[in-house]
């Protein structure tokens, strides 16, 4: 097998999902429909989406597989179930691409990816929060 490089990785999960832009997400979010999951690594969690639920990267398949949530600390057990509209997102778009393959891979068949991450969320000028409020 070939050895492939996190480009080539990235850009093929990014094949196999949905892409949603900042403004898809925002009109998601009012409707009150989608579960959003910040799969960012604890440390960059001072600023994040409101409402969003905070999972690492690397817990990420614990938490979405139903039959590990007896295992998991209380905090992670938050009733993901694979008929949900979930979206992911990372700080620029990468982990959120390939998060939301490994998703699919695991039978969530509405999931997507925030395009670009929170970098493209605070470009295009909506709210993030910050653990003091709203900023």
């Known amino acids: 097998m070939m050895a492939k ?13 949905e892409g949603l832009s900042p403004t898809g997400l925002m ?4 409707s009150g429909s989608v579960t959003l999951i910040d799969i ?3 440390l960059e969690w001072e600023q994040h989406i409101e409402g969003a639920l905070q999972v690492p990267r ?9 039959a ?3 295992r998991l600390p209380p905090s992670l057990r938050i009733g993901l179930d694979p008929v949900d509209r979930v979206v992911v997102y ?7 691409a390939l998060a939301a393959s490994t998703l699919r ?3 969530y068949e509405r999931v997507a990816n925030l395009e670009g991450g ?3 969320w605070k470009e295009a000028g909506l709210p993030i929060t910050d653990h003091h409020g709203a900023i």
Request: proline share 7%; charged share 25%.
């Open 40 to 42: 960012r690594e604890p």
């Open 105 to 107: 891979m695991m039978g």
């Open 68 to 70: 590990c949530g007896p």
């Open 90 to 96: 990372c700080n620029t778009g990468g982990r959120g």
């Open 27 to 30: 009109a998601e979010l009012a």
């Open 58 to 66: 690397g817990l990420l398949e614990f938490v979405a597989d139903p």
């Open 5 to 17: 490089t996190t480009e080539e990785l990235v850009a093929e999960a990014r094949g196999r999902i």
């Open 118 to 120: 929170l970098a493209a």
